[in-house]
């Protein structure tokens, strides 16, 4: 069972709709969650980090947490064209912050 | 977040050649750094941990003696391929250790071993 796990995709969303992005994790004891958005050739760019459960929002996106499913979401809400991106979900293990990332899901948001 | 820097942006070079990329923390001292590396359509892996005044510590399968880390200053670090070969082919990524959990990407280098 890999460490961290997302449905790869590709996921396309048409224009206006809200795109869900769903991560499971292994390690119970993690205690930090982040998603990043990469788009193709450039590095991963932070967009939400949470580190409770319940919801966080950060204007379009709402990032879920449930760690006793072990499972983390992201809602992009009003979804644009340029939101299309991989999105890489992370888990921080240990004191060392090391993170372990998702394989990504790619997302494409149809005009 | 914080502002990180890499050079080369990204660099070609013949098998059997060495290659160093630099990483600097443009807007903070970083005592320690996180080098990643990210194959075609695969997420990243990390690779090593590098500490400002002493030695890197490198992840299960990665050869230290291939991938030579220096972490001169607490706003430079650099990544030495060693020996490089077509297989070392990849977007290497640097990211700085902040005083939160949250961690922010330079802008990586894509290196091309031919």
């Known amino acids: 069972q890999k460490e961290v796990e997302q449905n790869s995709g590709p996921l396309s969303v048409p224009e206006g709709a809200i795109a869900s992005l769903n991560c499971t994790y292994s390690?119970?004891?993690?205690?930090?969650f982040f998603w990043y958005r990469q788009y193709s050739g450039k590095s991963p760019e932070l967009i939400m980090s949470?580190?409770?459960?319940g919801d966080k929002e950060d204007g379009r996106f709402t990032a879920q947490l449930n760690k006793a499913s072990q499972y983390v979401s992201l809602l992009i809400r009003d979804s644009q064209p340029s939101d299309s991106a991989t999105y890489l979900c992370?888990?921080?293990?240990?004191?060392?912050?090391?993170?372990?990332f998702g394989q990504g899901t790619r997302l494409t948001i149809n005009p | 977040g914080a502002v990180v820097s890499q050079h080369p942006s990204w660099v070609i070079c013949k098998s059997g050649t060495s290659v160093k990329i630099e990483c600097r923390s443009l807007?903070?001292?970083?005592?320690?750094m996180f080098w990643y590396r990210q194959f075609p359509k695969q997420s990243l892996m990390l690779m090593a941990t590098?500490?400002?005044?002493?030695?890197?510590?490198?992840e299960q399968g990665v050869e230290k003696d291939k991938f030579l880390i220096n972490h001169a200053s607490l706003t430079l670090s650099t990544l030495t391929v060693t020996s490089a070969h077509p297989e070392d082919s990849s977007f290497y990524i640097c990211?700085?250790?902040?005083?939160?959990?949250?961690?922010?990407f330079g802008p990586g280098t894509r290196l091309t071993v031919t």
């Open positions: 992370a888990v921080a293990q240990g004191g060392a912050q090391k993170l372990v």
């Open positions: 390690d119970r004891g993690s205690q930090s």
């Open positions: 949470i580190y409770s459960n």
């Open positions: 807007d903070f001292q970083a005592t320690t």
């Open positions: 590098s500490n400002e005044g002493s030695k890197a510590t490198y």
């Open positions: 990211s700085p250790h902040t005083r939160t959990y949250e961690q922010y």
